[in-house]
C-alpha cells in the first residue's frame, strides 16, 4: 500500500507540476500577447497623432506660400507700390497670416540718400 501510495503523491505532483508550468506558460503567453497588443495601439495613436501635425504644418506652410506669393504678384502687378497700397494689401490678406510674421513696409532707396 505504501507503494501505491507513493506513485500516487508522484502522479498528483506531476500533474499539479505539468499544471502550474501550462498556467504559468499560458501567462506569460497572454502578458506577451497584451504587450505587443499594446505597443501596436501606442503606436497607431502616435502614427495618427504623426498625421495630424504632418497636416496642420502642411496647411499652415502652404498658407505663408499663398501670401508670400500675393505679395510677389502684388509688386509685380505695380510699377508703384506705395506705403499705402502696401497696407492694404496687409490688412487683406492678415486672415491667412496664421502665425506667420508680420510683413513690413521697406522703400527700396538709393545710397545717396542713406544719412552720412
Known amino acids: 500500500m505504501g507503494d501505491r501510495n507513493q506513485q500516487s503523491r508522484r502522479l498528483h505532483f506531476a500533474v499539479a507540476t505539468t499544471l502550474t508550468l501550462a498556467a504559468a506558460a499560458a501567462a506569460v503567453a497572454m502578458f506577451t500577447f497584451l504587450v505587443r497588443a499594446d505597443q501596436e495601439t501606442q503606436r497607431v495613436v502616435l502614427e495618427s497623432q504623426a498625421d495630424q501635425y504632418a497636416g496642420v504644418i502642411k496647411n499652415r ?24 497700397h502696401w497696407k492694404g494689401f496687409v490688412d487683406e490678406t492678415e486672415a491667412i497670416r496664421d502665425g506667420m510674421f508680420e510683413m513690413f513696409w521697406a522703400e527700396d532707396i538709393s545710397s545717396d540718400q542713406l544719412p552720412d
Open 61 to 84: 506652410y502652404q498658407r505663408h506660400e499663398t501670401r508670400i506669393r500675393s505679395a510677389a504678384a502684388f509688386f509685380a502687378a505695380s510699377s508703384n507700390v506705395t506705403r499705402e
